[in-house]
């Protein structure tokens, strides 16, 4: 895995579910190779950070 999902900036948290879920935008091929597990790492894990953007301010 390319990073830990709880630190990627794509990983929120959906009050009404109760519950974190990835919201990168997949298409239909993408999708079945992720829930495939044809990928050894998340292409998409994007660190994130939420003082990044003051740093550069």
Same mark, same amino acid.
């Given at each position: 895995?390319? /990073?830990? !999902? $709880? $630190? !990627?900036?794509?990983?929120?948290? %959906?009050e @009404?579910e %109760?519950?974190?879920? !990835?919201?990168?935008? =997949?298409d @239909?091929d993408e999708?079945e190779?992720? =829930?495939r /597990?044809?990928?050894?790492? !998340?292409?998409?894990?994007?660190r /994130? %950070?939420?003082? $990044? ?5």
């Open positions: 895995m390319a /990073g830990n !999902c $709880e $630190e !990627c900036v794509y990983y929120d948290y %959906d @009404e %109760d519950q974190f879920y !990835c919201t990168v935008d =997949l @239909e999708m190779r992720f =829930l /597990g044809a990928n050894s790492a !998340c292409p998409y894990y994007r /994130g %950070d939420d003082y $990044e953007t003051a740093r550069r301010q």
